[in-house]
C-alpha cells in the first residue's frame, strides 16, 4: 500500500498546550474535551470524501498534516485569528506536496 503523500503546517509561537487544546476543540466542537498532557496526537479521516488529518502538538509547537491543502487553509486561518484576537504572535510554515492535488480533486 503506498503512503498518502501528506502537506504540513508547522505553527510556533508563545501560547500554552490548553491554548492549542481550545483552538482545536473549536475547530472540532463534536470532540470530546482534550486534557493539558504534555504532548497531544490526534487522528481524523473525513468520511465523505476520504481525506485524512494528523495533529500533533504541544506547548509552542503545533503540526498539522492533511493531503487536503483546504483543510490545513481553514485550520490555520482559525488558529491565526484566535491567536491574534489574544495578541499571541504565531509563525507558519508550510510544506506543500504537490501529488496531493490530484489525489482530492
Known amino acids: 500500500m503506498e ?11 508563545q501560547y500554552y498546550i490548553s491554548d ?5 476543540h473549536s475547530l472540532f466542537p463534536e470532540m470530546s474535551q482534550i486534557d ?7 487522528a481524523f479521516r473525513n468520511s465523505f ?3 485524512v488529518l494528523f ?8 503540526e498539522f498534516k492533511s ?3 483546504s483543510a490545513l487553509n481553514i485550520i490555520k486561518d482559525h488558529i491565526s485569528k484566535e491567536a491574534n484576537y489574544r ?8 510544506e506543500i506536496e504537490n501529488k496531493t492535488i ?4
Open 3 to 13: 503512503a498518502i503523500p501528506l502537506n504540513k503546517v508547522t505553527i510556533t509561537g
Open 20 to 24: 492549542m487544546n481550545a483552538w482545536v
Open 36 to 42: 493539558d498532557s504534555e504532548e497531544i496526537t490526534l
Open 49 to 51: 470524501v476520504g481525506s
Open 55 to 62: 495533529i500533533s502538538y504541544r506547548s509552542g509547537a503545533a
Open 67 to 69: 493531503d487536503s491543502i
Open 87 to 94: 495578541n499571541i504572535r504565531m509563525d507558519f510554515q508550510w
Open 102 to 105: 490530484k489525489r482530492i480533486l
